[in-house]
């Protein structure tokens, strides 16, 4: 049953069919409650009879809970917020459960990824493989609608038909192609297709006009052009050049940071006092991707111009990747007037990649675009204001990412009903690329204890290397994953051991996705995104995707609750500014993950060689709070 208010339930009825249960609750919740009636049996109890179900308890419920835990969202929940904000389906979740049912079904594995997944399967405990029956059942029970929104619909549905790791290879290509194109244009489909933008231009009433072609952005840095105008104080640290010198306070060495003032090393935004504020230039590295965000990229054919700073002298007009913002409207009507919008509520992109063979050094940066524009007096082509890259060379520096611990400043909803046990599980793979190949490096695992009787205030230890390397990278992407797993120790276990099973299928699958990219599914996705250089979005999407996947394969089966959600990547130039004493630290940092969990990072200190934050995750479905304090250190 499900209550929305104070529910009295008493069922005294004690024979076969009510599996000798005896049920006497009064629950008091703000949302769904799920209530099942055949609980683990107490140790002067005989287990139930055979006739209890076999199948899902109840939607999405494959382990039962015991009496006095804490109410578990219903799977109509899950799938509900699922569905709201998940915009490209898992190829991962659905190899996973197409895999599972062939087996269930007693085919013979019909190749290599399938010889590793049925020994996997084969592996699992009778109560295990019990579950994973269940969990079939329960996903083949999902309307086919949702299914196919959630789970990749291009991969086999029919359990007589195999799945070699090429077919996954490609799928999941696909998978992460339009996760960049989401994360990047704001479009799955960006990658594979270029698009101007509206023209948004106007002819000017004077000899002296303001540039038209407007870059309101660069790699999400805000420049001097974004409109409406900001002042210097309205820019984040993150968005200025900033100075900083190591210091020593009460015995520890911090970093002393200042903005800079003079001799900028590109733009700047000048103060009431007509005082200079430096605008930051952010750092890159040959072949990697630079992002603008701006106004009237009306044209597939444009380039982007690279002139070195003194004393420099190099000069190169390299292609670029358009896609126009075709969904802001191009008028508006202000005072009862017409007006053309090309403020920075415009969202074109385009995308360029830094060559292999320039110097590093500071760099102009200056799109030239044909004037396809209808208006001759602006010029052919048309050029934007000058922005500024500094490209840098390769870190050759070695990274270290450690947790310290696990803090509940509010544990789940609601306290009465006991304390929290939660889980933690960390998985990173180091990435490293080529302009034509992707290469993860094996997966670097982090399984927690569990942590029981977690209550509001409680911090845990929870010291662990969770990412090291000894070979030079590209970047690493890294997830975080946290469970709440209230229930009887024995169903906690059957829990802990059939998700621990689909990490170890991630584990084959992913390796299998390496060997399909080998024989050429994997690399020819890839591809198109390296064409474009967008190493850093790939290494995000690769995380996101293996995060989705695990919360789907927990929505299809299990009564344990996401309280920590986190898809990291870092670039090896992200880590060295991370552990820098040249940097100050990031700015916090907010955004959504899957399943309603927002991520809150604060920054707790920077020193020489180490940089230490504080994630928290807030899980409005389960009105909790939890933190994790990370380390990040150069090591060599």
Same mark, same amino acid.
């Given at each position: 049953?499900?209550?929305?208010?104070?529910t009295n339930?008493t069922?005294?009825?004690r024979?076969?069919?009510?599996?000798?249960?005896?049920?006497?609750?009064?629950?008091q919740?703000?949302?769904?409650?799920n209530?099942?009636?055949?609980?683990?049996?107490?140790?002067?109890?005989?287990?139930p009879?055979?006739?209890?179900?076999?199948g899902?308890?109840?939607?999405?419920?494959?382990?039962?809970l015991?009496?006095?835990s804490k109410p578990?969202?219903?799977?109509?929940?899950?799938?509900?917020r699922l569905?709201?904000?998940?915009k490209?389906?898992?190829?991962l979740?659905?190899? @996973?459960?197409?895999?599972?049912?062939?087996?269930?079904?007693?085919?013979a594995p019909?190749n290599?990824?399938?010889?590793?997944?049925?020994?996997?399967?084969?592996?699992?405990?009778?109560?295990?493989k019990g579950?994973l029956s269940c969990?079939a059942?329960?996903f083949?029970?999902?309307?086919?609608?949702?299914?196919d929104?959630?789970?990749?619909?291009t991969?086999?549905?029919d359990?007589?038909?195999?799945?070699?790791?090429?077919t996954?290879?490609t799928? @999941?290509?696909?998978?992460?192609?339009q996760r960049?194109?989401?994360?990047?244009?704001?479009?799955?489909?960006a990658?594979e297709q270029?698009?101007p933008?509206?023209?948004?231009f106007?002819?000017?009433d004077?000899?002296?006009f303001?540039?038209?072609l407007?870059v309101c952005?660069?790699?999400?840095?805000?420049?001097?052009?974004f409109?409406?105008?900001?002042?210097?104080?309205d820019?984040?640290?993150?968005?200025?050049?900033?100075?900083?010198? $190591?210091?020593?306070?009460?015995?520890?060495?911090?970093?002393?940071?200042?903005t800079?003032t003079e001799?900028c090393?590109?733009?700047?935004?000048?103060?009431?006092?007509?005082?200079?504020?430096?605008?930051?230039?952010p750092?890159v590295?040959?072949?990697?991707?630079?992002?603008?965000?701006?106004v009237?990229?009306?044209?597939?054919?444009?380039?982007?111009?690279?002139?070195?700073?003194?004393?420099g002298?190099?000069?190169?007009?390299?292609?670029?990747h358009?896609?126009? =913002?075709?969904?802001?409207p191009?008028?508006?009507?202000?005072?009862?007037?017409?007006?053309?919008?090309?403020d920075?509520?415009?969202?074109d992109?385009?995308?360029?990649?830094?060559?292999?063979?320039?110097? $590093?050094?500071v760099?102009?940066?200056?799109?030239?675009?044909p004037?396809?524009?209808?208006?001759?007096i602006?010029? =052919?082509?048309?050029?934007?204001n000058?922005?500024?890259?500094e490209?840098?060379?390769?870190?050759?520096?070695?990274?270290?990412?450690?947790?310290?611990?696990?803090?509940?400043?509010?544990?789940?909803?609601?306290?009465?009903?006991?304390s929290?046990?939660?889980?933690?599980?960390?998985r990173?793979?180091?990435?490293?690329?080529?302009?034509?190949e992707?290469?993860?490096?094996?997966?670097?695992?982090f399984?927690?204890p569990e942590?029981?009787?977690?209550?509001?205030?409680d911090?845990? =230890?929870?010291?662990?290397?969770?990412?090291?390397?000894?070979?030079?990278?590209?970047?690493?992407a890294?997830?975080?994953?946290?469970?709440e797993?209230?229930?009887?120790?024995?169903y906690r276990d059957?829990?802990?051991? @059939?998700t621990?099973?689909?990490?170890h299928?991630l584990?084959i699958?992913?390796?299998?996705?390496?060997?399909?990219?080998?024989?050429g599914?994997?690399?020819?996705?890839?591809?198109?995104l390296?064409k474009?250089?967008?190493?850093h979005?790939?290494?995000?999407?690769?995380?996101a995707a293996?995060v989705?996947?695990i919360?789907?394969f927990?929505?299809?089966?299990?009564p344990a609750?996401?309280?920590?959600?986190d898809?990291?990547?870092?670039?090896a130039v992200?880590?060295?500014?991370?552990?820098s004493a040249?940097?100050? $630290?990031p700015?916090?940092?907010?955004?959504?993950t899957?399943?309603?969990?927002?991520?809150n990072?604060f920054p707790?200190?920077k020193?020489?060689t180490?940089?230490?934050e504080?994630?928290?995750y807030?899980?409005?479905?389960?009105?909790?709070?939890y933190?994790?304090i990370?380390r990040?250190?150069?090591?060599?």
């Open positions: 049953m499900t209550a929305t208010s104070t339930l069922a005294t009825k024979d076969k069919k009510s599996c000798g249960c005896r049920v006497d609750i009064r629950i919740s703000k949302g769904d409650v209530i099942y009636n055949c609980t683990a049996p107490q140790p002067s109890e005989p287990r009879p055979a006739d209890c179900p076999s899902p308890i109840a939607p999405g419920q494959c382990v039962p015991s009496i006095g578990k969202q219903s799977q109509r929940h899950k799938l509900d569905l709201a904000t998940t490209v389906p898992s190829a979740a659905a190899s @996973f459960f197409h895999q599972s049912r062939r087996f269930l079904a007693g085919h019909a290599p990824f399938e010889q590793s997944t049925f020994a996997m399967f084969n592996s699992l405990s009778p109560e295990v579950i969990a059942s329960s083949e029970a999902m309307p086919a609608s949702e299914r929104r959630l789970f990749d619909p991969l086999p549905s359990p007589n038909t195999p799945l070699d790791a090429g996954l290879a799928a @999941f290509a696909r998978e992460i192609t960049v194109g989401s994360d990047v244009f704001g479009n799955p489909n990658v270029e698009r933008g509206l023209n948004r106007f002819k000017p004077s000899e002296i303001p540039a038209q407007r952005t660069l790699n999400g840095l805000r420049t001097a052009e409109k409406p105008p900001l002042n210097p104080g820019y984040l640290p993150s968005e200025l050049q900033q100075r900083c010198v $190591p210091i020593i306070v009460n015995g520890q060495p911090q970093l002393d940071c200042e800079q001799n090393p590109g733009n700047f935004t000048v103060t009431d006092a007509f005082t200079r504020v430096c605008l930051r230039v750092e590295r040959n072949g990697d991707a630079v992002v603008l965000q701006g009237n990229f009306i044209s597939v054919d444009a380039k982007v111009r690279l002139t070195a700073r003194p004393p002298t190099v000069t190169r007009d390299v292609d670029a358009v896609f126009g =913002d075709l969904d802001t191009l008028n508006e009507v202000v005072n009862g007037q017409t007006v053309i919008i090309n920075c509520r415009v969202h992109r385009l995308t360029f990649v830094i060559p292999d063979d320039l110097p $590093p050094g760099y102009a940066v200056q799109i030239v675009m004037n396809v524009s209808g208006i001759p602006l010029g =052919d082509p048309i050029l934007s000058e922005q500024f890259v490209i840098v060379p390769p870190p050759t520096a070695r990274f270290q990412i450690a947790s310290e611990r696990l803090i509940a400043r509010k544990e789940t909803s609601p306290a009465s009903f006991g929290d046990e939660v889980r933690v599980r960390v990173a793979y180091p990435i490293t690329a080529t302009a034509t992707l290469v993860m490096g094996d997966e670097i695992a399984d927690s942590f029981g009787d977690m209550d509001s205030g911090a845990r =230890d929870m010291a662990a290397v969770l990412f090291s390397h000894a070979a030079p990278i590209d970047g690493v890294m997830t975080i994953m946290g469970f797993i209230d229930s009887e120790k024995a059957q829990i802990n051991s @059939f621990d099973a689909f990490l299928y584990k699958a992913l390796a299998a996705i390496v060997a399909g990219g080998a024989a599914a994997f690399a020819i996705g890839i591809k198109d390296l474009l250089a967008l190493k979005p790939i290494i995000l999407a690769i995380a293996v989705l996947a919360i789907l927990l929505a299809a089966w299990a609750d996401p309280i920590i959600a898809s990291l990547g870092f670039t992200d880590l060295a500014r991370l552990t040249d940097f100050p $630290p700015d916090e940092a907010h955004y959504p899957q399943h309603d969990i927002t991520v990072v707790i200190e020193a020489p180490q940089y230490k504080r994630r928290e807030v899980s409005e479905p389960e009105d909790s709070r933190e994790v990370l990040y250190n150069r090591v060599a």
